[in-house]
């Protein structure tokens, strides 16, 4: 190591070394550790990052497929539904039909005599 004076203050030098000195020892500084340190942190931060945004994006899509199924499911009741739905209302016209064709084959035979002693009105038309 070499000595020289700085502005009054010892600075100790390193020599390059040369392929013939090289003993195997590699030599860090506290600037290369701390440069070392940075690119570990950044790494570890992005995978961190990484690893959370695609355990975040799974759980939307396990999300999204049950409520997609819960949807279909729902549907699928709704069309269930809508089926008796319209068959309610087909017999309800049918019953009104048939009310209304009775309500006039009433008025009609309370009206007329179909044949002597055949028919009796229980009460007279209104």
């Known amino acids: 190591m070499a000595r020289e004076m700085v502005l009054g203050v010892a600075v ?32 570890l931060g992005w995978w961190t990052q990484r690893r959370e945004a695609l355990r975040q994006r799974l759980d939307d899509r396990a999300k999204i497929s049950a409520q997609a199924s819960a949807l279909a499911t729902r549907e699928a009741e709704i069309a269930v539904l809508q089926d008796k739905l319209n ?36 009460a007279t038309p209104r």
């Open 87 to 122: 068959t309610v209302k087909a017999e309800e016209r049918a019953v009104r039909d048939q009310l209304a064709e009775f309500v006039a084959t009433q008025d009609d035979k309370a009206r007329i005599d179909v044949a002597p002693g055949l028919f009796y009105r229980v």
């Open 12 to 43: 100790e030098s390193w020599p390059a070394l040369e392929a013939s000195q090289y003993n195997g020892r590699m030599r860090f500084n506290i600037r290369d550790l701390l440069w070392l340190t940075v690119v570990v942190a950044l790494w």
